[in-house]
C-alpha cells in the first residue's frame, strides 16, 4: 500500500500585502497525495505558486489562507493549517526533525569553512535533538556528487565554484538524514551533468530509506520527466493556479499515469507540460 | 572531521570571526573608542575623587561664626535651632558646637630653652568633626590605643597637625608628650594623643574644652614648690642618681629624696621623669634660693636636664568666666549653604561670609561639574560604543539574513540564534574591553607620573589618574547591557520574518 507523505485537502494559499493587508490568492489545491518515499517535482510556469507551495509544505511561510495538509511521517501525523502558526516552537521542532531544503542559491555561509557548511544542517539536528550524523556520510556524498573531500575543504567557501557550493548545500540536506527533502530548483545552477548526478543520488538515497521523500520545484522539464517518480503539473484555471487530478503524473514502469486512468509516454507527458508552462503569464486564462 | 563540533561552537566562531572584521578592524575601533573613553574617565574621576574629598573634608564643610557681644543671642538661639534634626534636614547641616582659639608655645627641645608659637583650638571630643578628623585618613600618628576615645582617655591630652611634630622630632617618629609653657612659663609635658596631616582651623594644637579652661585659669599643672621635677634625656639610673647627688650636694643638699616617676618616649628617644625633692631638710629654704639650685642643675651641659611640672588631672574646670570665640556648624555636604546664608541674614541678622560662601560653593560646583562630565562621558561612550555595535551587526545580519533564513528552515530556535549573538556580542566586546583597559591604565599612569605628577603637585598623596573603581565596573556593566540589548533588538527584529521571508528576500 502506498503511503502519503502529504495529503492536501481544499488548500488556498494566499499572500496578504504588508502595506494594505489586501489578500492575494495564488494557489488553489482541491485534493493532492504526495507519495511517501518517492522523488516528487512540481512543474508549472513562473508565478504558478510552486515555490509557494513548497514554502507552505515546508512550513517556511504561512500562506494557508481555506484548507489543510497532513503530514504523516514514521511515527504518525501532523495537520498543517493556519492555526498551527500559533505555535513556533511546534514549527521550528517539525522543520528541526523532519525536514531539509535545497534552494536555488546555496545559501552557504561565506566565512564558515566547506566542512562546516556542509555539516551545519546536521548540527543544527544535533543541537537540540542529540541526532548523531556520521562523519563518514559527508565524504561518502561528497564522492557520489564528483567532489574531493580533502580539495574542497583545503579552499575558503567563498573561492569555490557556483556548481560546487550548489553541490555542498545539497549535501548539507542530505546528512541531516531528514525525512522530506525540499529542493526550490536545485540544479537551476548546475550542467546538465551535474543535474542529473545530483538528481540519481537524491534518487539513491530515498531508495535506501523507504521513509524518505524528496518534493522539488523544477523548470528542466526533460530531467523531471526522466527522473521523477511522480509529477505536479501547476495549470492555469481563472486567474490562479490549480493542480486537477489529471495535473498530477505517476510512473509506471515505461509510461505515466494521471488520475484520470489517461496513460501516457514520457514524450506525450513533456509536450503536455512544456503547453502549461509555456503560457507563463496567469492572466492569458483568465475566463 | 573535527571532534566536538556542534553547532554553537561553530556558529560563535565564525560569526565572531566575522564580526570582528577584516584584520580585526570592529575590534580595534572599538578599543579606540573605549581606550579614549578610559582615559578621559580615569582623569576625570580622580578630579571627581579630589573634589569629593575636599567636600567631604570636615575642615572644608564647615563654616564658623562669629561669638561676641553682638552676635551671642542670635548664636545661642541658631545653636538651639540646629539641634531640630527638620532643621538640620532642610540645610544638610550635621551639627554645631562652640568653640575657642587660643595659641600655645611649645619648647622645641625637651631640655632646651628655646620655644615657638602655634594655633590651638578647641573640640568637643564628641563632634562630628572630631570624629571626621579621627576615622578620615588624616590621622598619620596615634598613640593612645583607641583613638576613638582619645579625649575619653586623656581628657588633657592634646592632637597636633604633623607640621609642629615635624619642628618639634624633625627624625622621630615617637613622641608621648609634648612640652607646653603655662601661662606662668613653666613647662607642662602634655600627654600627646595623635599627629594629623591637618586640623580644623589651621590649628596646629587641638585639645578639649577642659583642657582651655584649666590653662585659662592657670590651672592644668600641679606647681609643687617642695619638689623639682626634671627631664632626664638618659638612661643611665645609677649615673643619673650620682649626678643627682652630686648636684645636690654641691647645693648644699644632704640625702636628697630622688624618684624615678615615669618612662616617656620623645622623638624616638626614650625620656626619664624624675622628682627631686630639693630643701626637705631645709623647710624655709626660700622659693629664690630653690630655683637659684635647680638653675644650676639645668646648666650642667654634660647632661640634658629640664625642669618640669606634672599636669593636673582635674577633670572639671569652672568656665564661667570666659565666652567661646566662635559657633563652627558642620555640613554634611554643601548644597544648601546659599539657602542658609539666606536664613541667616533674614532670621538671624548674621552675615556669613562671603568668601567662605563661594570658596565652599566652588567646591559644589567644581564638585558637579566632575559628577557632570563623568556621567557625560559614560553617556558618550555608551553611545557610541551601542551605535557602532549595533551598526556593525545590522550590517552584518542584512548581509547574512537569507542564510539565517536558511538556518531557520531548517530548524533553528529564533533564541538560539539570538543568545549567540548576544554571546558574540559579548565576546567582541570583552575583546575590545580588555586592552583598551589596559593601555588606557598604561598610558594614563604614564602620563600622570612624567607630565601632571611634576606639572601639577597640589598633594603629594593625588592620584591624577584613577581607572579601577566601582565607577568602571558600573560603567563596563551598562556598555555591556546596553551592547546586550541593542544585540537583541536587532537580531530580533530580523528573526521576525518567516524563513520564507529571509529566504526570498521580501518586504524588507
Known amino acids: 500500500m502506498i503511503r502519503n507523505v502529504f495529503e492536501i485537502h481544499g488548500l488556498e494559499c494566499a499572500y496578504v500585502h504588508r502595506m494594505n493587508r489586501e489578500k492575494n490568492t495564488v494557489l488553489r489545491i482541491d485534493n493532492l497525495s504526495v507519495p511517501m518515499g518517492k522523488l516528487s517535482v512540481i512543474l508549472g510556469p513562473s508565478g504558478s505558486g510552486k515555490s509557494t507551495l513548497i514554502e507552505t509544505l515546508g512550513l517556511m511561510n504561512n500562506t494557508i489562507n481555506k484548507g489543510h495538509v497532513n503530514y504523516n511521517h514514521e511515527t504518525g501525523c501532523v495537520k498543517i493549517n493556519r492555526e498551527m502558526w500559533l505555535n513556533g516552537k511546534e514549527l521550528t521542532r517539525i522543520r528541526n526533525e523532519h525536514f531539509s531544503f535545497i534552494f536555488q542559491s546555496d545559501f552557504l555561509m561565506p566565512y564558515y569553512s566547506p566542512e562546516e557548511n556542509m555539516m551545519i544542517g546536521s548540527l543544527i539536528r544535533k543541537c537540540d535533538h542529540r541526532h548523531e550524523s556520521d562523519p563518514a556520510d559527508l565524504k561518502s556524498f561528497c564522492r557520489q556528487m564528483g567532489l574531493n573531500f580533502a580539495e574542497i575543504n583545503s579552499k575558503n567557501t567563498a573561492e569555490l565554484s557556483v556548481g560546487q557550493k550548489q553541490r555542498l548545500s545539497f549535501i548539507r540536506a542530505m546528512v541531516k538524514k531528514s525525512s522530506v527533502i525540499f529542493g526550490d530548483e536545485p540544479t537551476g545552477n548546475l550542467d546538465e551533468l551535474n543535474s542529473e548526478l545530483l538528481l540519481d543520488v537524491l534518487k539513491r538515497s530515498i531508495r535506501s530509506n523507504g521513509h524518505q521523500s524528496a518534493l522539488l520545484v523544477s523548470h528542466n522539464i526533460l530531467l523531471s520527466v526522466a527522473k521523477a517518480d511522480f509529477i505536479i503539473l501547476l495549470s492555469p484555471c481563472g486567474d490562479m493556479y490549480e493542480v486537477h487530478r489529471d495535473n498530477v503524473f505517476a510512473r509506471s514502469p515505461g509510461r505515466w499515469e494521471n488520475g484520470s486512468g489517461m496513460i501516457l509516454s514520457d514524450d506525450d507527458l513533456t509536450s503536455r507540460i512544456r503547453m502549461v508552462v509555456n503560457y507563463s503569464s496567469p492572466a492569458r486564462f483568465s475566463v | 572531521m573535527k571532534e566536538k563540533m556542534s553547532f554553537r561552537s561553530v556558529f560563535v566562531r565564525n560569526e565572531f570571526k566575522a564580526l570582528k572584521g577584516r584584520n580585526n578592524s570592529t575590534v580595534i575601533y572599538l578599543s579606540i ?107 598619620i600618628k596615634q598613640f593612645p590605643d583607641s583613638i576613638e576615645n582619645a579625649f575619653v582617655y ?214 558637579n561639574i566632575a559628577v557632570g562630565s563623568i556621567l557625560l562621558l559614560m553617556a558618550i561612550s555608551i553611545i557610541s560604543v551601542s551605535i557602532y555595535i549595533s551598526g556593525t551587526l545590522r550590517n552584518h545580519l542584512l548581509r547574512v539574513r537569507k542564510n539565517l533564513g536558511n538556518f531557520l528552515a531548517f530548524g533553528v530556535k529564533n533564541n538560539t540564534l539570538i543568545s549567540l549573538y548576544i554571546l558574540v556580542t559579548v565576546r567582541i566586546l570583552v575583546s575590545a574591553l580588555v586592552p583598551a583597559l589596559i593601555i588606557a591604565y598604561g598610558c594614563g599612569k604614564l602620563f600622570e607620573k612624567y607630565l601632571l605628577g611634576k606639572l601639577l603637585v597640589i598633594d603629594s598623596d593625588q592620584d591624577y589618574f584613577s581607572l579601577f573603581n566601582s565607577w568602571i565596573a558600573v560603567f563596563v556593566a551598562l556598555i555591556m547591557f546596553v551592547a546586550v540589548f541593542r544585540t537583541f533588538i536587532s537580531v530580533k527584529k530580523i528573526l521576525a520574518n518567516t524563513p520564507g521571508d529571509l529566504v526570498y528576500e521580501r518586504d524588507f
Not at chain 2, 200 to 224: E, H, I, Q, R, W
Not at chain 2, 227 to 233: C, L, M, P
Not at chain 2, 307 to 329: E, G
Not at chain 2, 340 to 358: A, G, R, T
Open chain 2, 154 to 367: 586623656e581628657p588633657n591630652g592634646v592632637i597636633i597637625s604633623e607640621k609642629l611634630f615635624r619642628d618639634i622630632c624633625p627624625d622621630g617618629h615617637s613622641l608621648s608628650f609634648i612640652p607646653i609653657k603655662s601661662s606662668t612659663g613653666d613647662f607642662v609635658p602634655v600627654p600627646l594623643l595623635a599627629v594629623a596631616k591637618e586640623l580644623p582651623d589651621l590649628a596646629d594644637v587641638v585639645y578639649t574644652s577642659l583642657f582651655y579652661c584649666k590653662s585659662m585659669n592657670t590651672g592644668f599643672y600641679d606647681l609643687d614648690n617642695s619638689y623639682y621635677r626634671i627631664f632626664v634625656e638618659d638612661m643611665d639610673t645609677a649615673g643619673i642618681l650620682g649626678v643627682i647627688r652630686e648636684i645636690c650636694s654641691a647645693l648644699e643638699i644632704q640625702d636628697p629624696s630622688t624618684i624615678q616617676t615615669s618612662l616617656l618616649q620623645a622623638c624616638n628617644k626614650p625620656v626619664m621623669t624624675w622628682k627631686v625633692e630639693i630643701g626637705a631638710q631645709d623647710n624655709e629654704l626660700p622659693v629664690s634660693v630653690k630655683n637659684e639650685r635647680i638653675a644650676t642643675l639645668a646648666s650642667l651641659k654634660n647632661h640634658r636636664f629640664g625642669r618640669y611640672f606634672d599636669i593636673s588631672k582635674d577633670k572639671t574646670c569652672d568656665n564661667s568666666a570666659f565666652f567661646h570665640d566662635y559657633l563652627a556648624i558642620e555640613f554634611r555636604d554643601l548644597e544648601k549653604i546659599r539657602d542658609f546664608s539666606i536664613f541667616l541674614k533674614e532670621e538671624l541678622n548674621l552675615q556669613l561670609n562671603l568668601e567662605v560662601l563661594s570658596e565652599r560653593e566652588n567646591y559644589l560646583f567644581t564638585g
Open chain 2, 33 to 139: 573608542i573605549l581606550f579614549i573613553s578610559f582615559l578621559a574617565f580615569g582623569f576625570t574621576k580622580s578630579t571627581f575623587t579630589y573634589q569629593q574629598k575636599l567636600s567631604a573634608d570636615p575642615f572644608s564643610n564647615w563654616i564658623n561664626l562669629n561669638y561676641h557681644s553682638g552676635t551671642r543671642d542670635s548664636l545661642r538661639s541658631l545653636n538651639t535651632r540646629i539641634t531640630d534634626s527638620l532643621f538640620r534636614e532642610r540645610y544638610h547641616i550635621r551639627g554645631s558646637y562652640f568653640y575657642n582659639k587660643g595659641m600655645v608655645t611649645v619648647r622645641s627641645s625637651f631640655a632646651g630653652e628655646s620655644t615657638m608659637q602655634y594655633e590651638a583650638r578647641t573640640i568637643d571630643p564628641g563632634s562630628s568633626v572630631m570624629k571626621n578628623l579621627l576615622t578620615s585618613n588624616t590621622v
